[in-house]
T-cell receptor, first 115, second 109 residues
Framework: IAGITQAPTSQILAAGRRMTLRCTQD?????MYWYRQDLGLGLRLIHY???????GKGEVPDGYSVSRANTDDFPLTLASAVPSQTSVYFC??????????????FGPGTRLTVL | GQNIDQPTEMTATEGAIVQINCTYQ??????LFWYQQHAGEAPTFLSY??LDGLEEKGRFSSFLSRSKGYSYLLLKELQMKDSASYLC??????????WGAGTKLIIKP
């Protein structure tokens, strides 16, 4: 079934540890996004990629890094996790770049707890 | 700053009609999306409006007034499975989506 997969589903992490959240899509979409979702707040864009080989910063990029080596994969890395990074992380993709005008398809999310 | 406002929570009765409002103030406008998100799941696309007026899709309709910075999502013939959060999102001048916090809709029998 075509779509987006994320791993892990959930993770408890000690503060200061490094963590990579994985995201893979098989729809050959050009653009990919990482969001975090916190209670009472809207989805907030962390980083995005309009096409393989390019990335950009979103609203809340500090403490996170991404890479886009190919079309399908878009991993998100927390270099040194802090408790404020406790959140649900969603990866999304859209066929067209500039995701404001094209439907975004979301992965199932990763629930991350930093202690 | 950029802002999207939606009611936090609404309650409606099965079989009834409910209207969920969204007002926005953004730098530029490149369309407005509505997404549905069931608890513990990913958001899924419902509708997209870029021109003023009403877009109808089955039991769901979405309305946009760009001059008023206003949209609503209308759900008819409510079913228990419609219990979910409804997210409003606006494309800004940087072609990024600005998301509202979502409206949790509770359907009662």
């Amino acid at each position: 079934i075509a779509g987006i997969t994320q791993a892990p589903t959930s993770q408890i992490l000690a503060a200061g540890r490094r963590m990579t959240l994985r995201c893979t899509q098989d729809m050959r979409h050009n653009a990919m996004y990482w969001y975090r979702q916190d209670l009472g707040l809207g989805l907030r864009l962390i980083h995005y990629s309009n096409t393989a080989g390019t990335t950009g910063k979103g609203e809340v990029p500090d403490g996170y890094s991404v890479s886009r080596a190919n079309t399908d994969d878009f991993p998100l890395t927390l270099a040194s996790a802090v408790p404020s990074q406790t959140s649900v992380y969603f990866c999304a993709s859209s066929e067209l770049a500039g995701g404001a005008t094209d439907t975004q398809y979301f992965g199932p999310g990763t629930r991350l707890t930093v202690l | 700053g950029q802002n999207i406002d939606q009611p936090t929570e609404m309650t409606a009765t099965e079989g009834a009609i409910v209207q969920i409002n969204c007002t926005y103030q953004t730098s530029g406008f490149n369309g407005l999306f509505w997404y549905q998100q069931h608890a513990g799941e990913a958001p899924t696309f419902l509708s997209y409006n870029v021109l003023d007026g009403l877009e109808e899709k089955g039991r769901f309709s979405s309305f946009l007034s760009r001059s008023k910075g206003y949209s609503y999502l209308l759900l008819k013939e409510l079913q228990m499975k419609d219990s979910a959060s409804y997210l409003c999102a606006v494309g800004d001048s940087n072609y990024q989506l600005i998301w509202g916090a979502g409206t949790k809709l509770i359907i009662k029998p």
